[in-house]
């Protein structure tokens, strides 16, 4: 199985701040990379796909990059609606995998 | 509006046996994949598997193979998730998402919630 480590597992920040998620896969997986936005209580939201494709009504302030093993989400200005968990998923290989996630608290 | 509407919550006792069903609308539901994704109790996703809804042809992650069985009902444009010889490890929120070619789960039923208590 290819396994997703996402890094870091939380973190906090402030409104406004710059902030970079990580996600390595154990192998390559081309660009096969989905990125999901999950808040308390509801089901996962697409944000962006085949790693740095922003999914139409996302904010351009999301964005994706990295193809092969490494892969990052960027928000480049923290709203105070982007307090939620962030989860990578590759679709390369079967089983298909999450990273283990990333909650993105207020500071 | 493309819509996955999941049946209601559950409660089970152990050894017991669950069938959560996943109904499509707004969209051609068999030429699209449902896929299903399990969320223990303030934990991550997990990807379970998934099943392509024109023709049945099912993937599952070796961590489900066995314990469950994904099937599709086209006449009524519903998937079905049924979990066998359920345990209290088992309690859990299910989702069941639809996979766009590949650009992701771009929708996601609402959720069921699963309890396995005795």
């Known amino acids: 199985d290819i396994q997703m480590t996402q890094s870091p597992s939380s973190l906090s920040a402030s409104v406004g701040d710059r902030v970079t998620i990580t996600c390595r896969a154990s192998?390559?997986?081309?660009?096969?990379l989905v990125w999901y936005q999950q808040k308390p209580g509801k089901a996962p939201k697409r944000l962006i796909y085949a790693a740095s494709t922003l999914q139409s009504g996302v904010p351009s302030r999301f964005s994706g990059s990295g193809s092969g093993t490494e892969f990052t989400l960027t928000i480049s200005s923290l709203q105070p609606e982007d307090f939620a968990t962030y989860y990578c998923q590759q679709h390369n290989s079967y089983p298909w995998t999450f990273g283990q996630g990333t909650k993105v608290e207020i500071k | 509006e493309v819509q996955l509407v999941q049946s209601g919550a559950e409660v089970k006792k152990p050894g017991e046996s669950l069938k959560i069903s996943c109904k499509g609308s707004g969209y051609s539901f068999t030429n699209y994949w449902i896929g299903w994704v399990r969320q223990m109790p303030g934990k991550g996703l997990e990807w379970m598997g998934i099943?392509?809804?024109?023709?049945?042809?099912?993937r599952y992650s070796p961590s489900f193979q066995g314990q469950v069985t994904m099937s599709v009902d086209k006449s009524i444009s519903t998937a079905f998730l049924q979990c066998r010889s359920l345990k209290a490890s088992d309690s859990a929120i299910y989702y069941c998402?639809?996979?766009?070619?590949?650009?992701?789960?771009?929708?996601w039923g609402q959720g069921t919630l699963v309890t396995v208590s005795s």
């Open positions: 192998q390559g997986i081309r660009n096969d």
């Open positions: 099943i392509y809804a024109g023709d049945s042809d099912t």
């Open positions: 998402a639809k996979w766009h070619d590949s650009s992701g789960f771009d929708y």
